[in-house]
């Protein structure tokens, strides 16, 4: 098939993201709410269906759900109701959870983000409370069922399916998770699935308006697989519908659920919804509904911190970062927290940002360390920028000094520049004047070349100093040399 | 000692006439003689009981702080927890199964220094009217062993009529403890919806469950409602409102109280039955209240309306008896799906069966609207009549059964057991508070029993008028003759 | 007035609701659930247009809420003391091939 053909189709995408609150106690059950301890350490009467128990709603979990909601500018709703989905499993402690389905705390809402450089409002549909299920761990010849996660409190995000592209749901999810940590609403930390994503996604010839059947894509533990699969199923169903030109649309694509497989990177069917399940919702009869004043809404309304999209604008407008700079900053709070520390040692914002997304950045990436979590103190990258900005040293030599201060993060690197000869910047301009005559002497023609236009062999010249002095030779000291010299030398062409 | 009342008892105690350890070796030995004759009780608590005796006659002579229901020993029906102690719900499936928590309210009994003798005997799951379906054990009405108790709470109120020990609790989904009460000639109430905590309790209609006490008189159902009706943090349903000085407040007269009779939706009973109403109405009368007449015909929809509503909510409470975390769990099952289907299938009884079975049907994708929307939007109805009737009376009267109590096995068809809770059922729709009084017996003697119905939280004005009535015709002493002996 | 159920409803029924029923077991039920479904049909008959089917239900406000303390616990061994099988600290199930709903 031709690949051309795929710019004539376009994904209509709707992301569903469920969030685990980082309240300490559940939902509905006074147990406390934590990962990674041993199976069936955190649970109560409640969170395991004991008969005899009742749910009896967290207020906490309730407050961070209202600050979600002014978050994303939603309708919080005044009046919300809980109701009962039934369904067997045995990670389900009642076999039926508590959610909200008919009357849900938030309705509404969007969520802004730039999406190469261009800001996109994204819908948001409704956003509620439920709980979350136990953790099945599979062996061989059994099961085994750990009910520490289960009640947890869960808010659950559904966009409308506005998104159009698998760029777009990553720029939608990322800026979701970055309002979530801003808000202090959950930890998001994917691994540990206190963040989860699912996909629905159909396609449809560009330009037109119809929603043709969509799949579902569980199981997206990353914003790069959810990328990833999202192409992929984009193009596996374009590609059915182009193969199968008489057969009916509606029959070509059906309701299904797939994972995505990173191995074979592609989606794999994981079963057919010939039917609907039939949950049998109804009203949660032993939780009133919830009724919630106007004060109380707006009291937490008044206490949302800066949001993120607000901090990128910031960024752009008052340090002059570009849009993709700014958003790398930005997505991940504890890095603009640490960013604006360094920021009260240093004024150069580009630069410290640069160190900060670039430099040090991959200095961490194959450790799977991050920066902000290293110990080193944001000031010291501070003030390895004014190092640089005030002629003490040389970017190459700030490379050198970086890797020595992820060795020892505890250490300052103005001390580590004092304690080391080689990083001394080379002040000695006679020294210099030698090797710049050396090094003009061993390149006579690079001389003629410049002297004839050549920009780029000036450039080698400065390159050959720097190679002799180590990079210690400030590179306008280099220049400026250079340039007087050579112009006293004379233009061998008459 | 088994003739004197829990006050009397309590008092007694207080005033070191007699000590626990006297009263429930006592009670204990009763019931252990006579247990085996009516099958009240399905376990009992000896060493519990009596540790708990003798702490209580530890405090006594050190001058300690002794509760309200101090020395007064209690039977708790077998849905609600006792901590430690098996809660079977008189199923196979919870055959073995020991309660983690304590329920509020047997905490609350404990805390006033009762003391729990043992579990009673119900319908399995609290379904059912006369405590047949019990898949542990069979039960007797004390008055007649041929005949039922009455249901769910049927262990209970035999162990009150055949004085195994002075109280009980019971619970009432439709009648559960009225009806069995009035069958064996004992007080039983049933509170406003809210009034009792539900957290111990098994859930069956989570909308419509309320604990009640049972005991042969109003003043012993007042002491234990003192301790009972009040708001807990564990039950959402909870009212926020305090407990209230019930043992004063029914002292007050009654004089100019307006009783409705719905005389209309009356009008099939059945004439001994009648003819008992009739002579309660007139004791009331005799006190100074005034009969009028109200339109309640709404009722005769309150049973299809309840078993749509009640089964529904019952069958996603039953929905966590599935062999997993508890309960029986089915040695022929193999894989998961056997797991579910084997265990329930094997540990839950014909009756219980049959209400998953309806209560899933009205909630399916489908049948939601006309059923199980349409049962609630009656119910709203219902209510809505109540409130209009309550505007032109303070409390209603009915009788609680069209007969009193039928030989065991007399009622197979599922609906003829159901429409036994016809003047019951439509006051757990409402959530209203509700009392059976003993009003006397048929020609075979055996108990009928009069039922005062409350405004939602009047549950205090109930009790008042029941006390009133009971002032005056306390057939409630009176003891079976086979159980009216020191043993 | 009749109601819709038929046998082939009360084998839907077994599948959602987790209860084996065995062929010969399945008259009976269905006859029973029958009668009772016939009788409610008659609520079909009440006026209920004006009316919503929740009203009348008590409310909550954020006060009568729980505060966010991690508190009553259950410990491990008192809650596998009644399970019917288990592994580890967890409950042991026959393995699970089917995906959660």
Known sequence: MDPSIYGEWEAVIGLEVHVELNTKAKLFSPAANHFGDEPNTNISDVCTGQPGTLPVINQEAVRKAVLLGCALNAHVAKYSRFDRKSYFYPDSPRNFQITQFEMPIIVGGSVTADVDGIPKTFGINRAHLEDDAGMLKHFNRFAGVDYNRAGVPLVEIVSQPCIFSSKEAIAYAMALKAILQYIDASDCNMEEGSLRMDANISVRPKGSKELRNKIEIKNLNSFAFMGMALDAEFKRQVKEYVTQPHVDPSQIISQATYRWDADKKETVLMRRKETADDYRYFIEPDLPPLVLEEEYIDAIRQLLPELPYEREKRYISTYGLTSDAALMLVNEKTLADYFEEGLKVCSNAKSLCNWLVVEFAGRFKDSGKVLWESGIPASYVGKLVNLIDNGIITGKIAKKVADLMVENPQKDPEKIVQENPDFQPMCDTNELEAIVDRVLNENPQSIQDFKNGKERAFAFLVGQVMKVTQGKAPPPLINKMLKEKISKIKDQNP | ?487 | MMSNLNEENVKDLSRLCRIEVKAEELPALFADLKRVLDYVEQLREVDVSQLSPHSHIDEQGIGSLREDNAGSHLPRELFLANAPDQVGGMVRVPPVIKQAP
């Open chain 2, 1 to 487: 000692m088994y003739k004197q009342t829990a006050l009397r008892l309590h008092q007694q105690f207080l005033d070191k006439k007699i000590s626990a350890e006297e009263i429930v070796r006592y009670f204990l030995q009763r019931i252990e003689k006579l247990n085996g004759q009516v099958g009240a009780f399905l376990s009992v608590f000896p060493e519990r009981a009596l540790t708990q005796a003798r702490a209580l006659d530890q405090k006594r002579a050190s001058g300690g702080k002794l509760g309200r229901l101090a020395g007064v020993p209690v039977g708790i029906k077998d849905n609600i927890h006792v901590q430690g102690e098996l809660t079977t719900c008189s199923s196979k499936f919870l055959a073995n199964y020991r309660a983690v928590f304590d329920a509020t309210v047997t905490k609350l009994l404990e805390g006033e220094g009762a003391i729990i003798l043992g579990k009673t005997n119900l319908d399995e799951f609290a379904m059912g009217s006369s405590t047949e379906n019990s898949a542990l054990q069979s039960t007797s009405n004390p008055w007649n062993l041929d005949c039922v108790p009455g249901g769910s709470s049927g262990g209970s109120t035999a162990a009150v009529a055949a004085r195994l020990c002075p109280i009980t609790l019971g619970s009432d989904t439709g009648g559960s403890v009225r009806q069995p009460a009035a069958f064996c000639g004992v007080v039983g109430f049933k509170p406003s919806y809210g009034r009792v905590s539900r957290y111990g309790l098994v859930a069956f209609g989570s909308s419509l469950d309320q604990i009640g006490p049972i005991a042969a008189t109003t003043e012993e159902i007042s002491m234990v409602m003192e301790v009972l009706g009040q708001h807990d943090v564990h039950d959402a349903t909870s009212l926020p409102l305090h407990a209230e000085d019930y043992l004063s407040l029914i002292q007050a007269p009654i004089r100019g109280k307006k009783i409705g009779v719905p005389w209309q939706f009356l009008q099939d009973l059945p004439a001994e039955a009648k003819e008992n109403f009739l002579k309660a109405l007139e004791v009331m009368k005799g006190h100074g209240c005034e009969v009028v007449d109200v339109d309640l015909n709404i009722l005769k929809y309150a049973v299809a309306t309840y078993y749509i509503i009640a089964t529904a909510e019952a069958s996603t409470n039953l929905a966590r008896f599935d062999g997993i975390r508890f309960g029986v769990r089915s040695k022929r099952a193999e894989t998961l799906e056997q797991v579910y289907d084997y265990s329930r299938t094997e540990g839950f009884g014909p009756e219980v069966k049959k209400r998953i079975f309806l209560g899933t049907y009205v909630l399916s994708a489908g049948y939601q609207d006309a059923y199980y929307k349409q049962a609630a939007k009656v119910r709203v109805k219902i209510i809505d009549e109540f409130n209009r009737a309550f505007e032109q009376c303070d409390a209603i009267a009915t009788p609680v059964s069209p007969t009193p109590a039928f030989k065991k096995g007399a009622i197979q068809d599922p609906l003829e057991m159901y429409l036994q809770d016809i003047y019951t059922i439509g006051v757990n729709l409402a959530r209203l508070p509700a009392i059976s009084v003993p009003s006397g017996f048929s020609k075979a003697k055996m108990p009928f029993g009069f039922q005062i119905i409350g405004a939602r939280h009047e549950d205090a004005l109930v009790c008042r008028l029941a006390h009133a009535y009971e002032k005056a015709a306390p057939y409630g002493l009176e003891v079976p003759p086979q159980f009216d002996k020191e043993v």
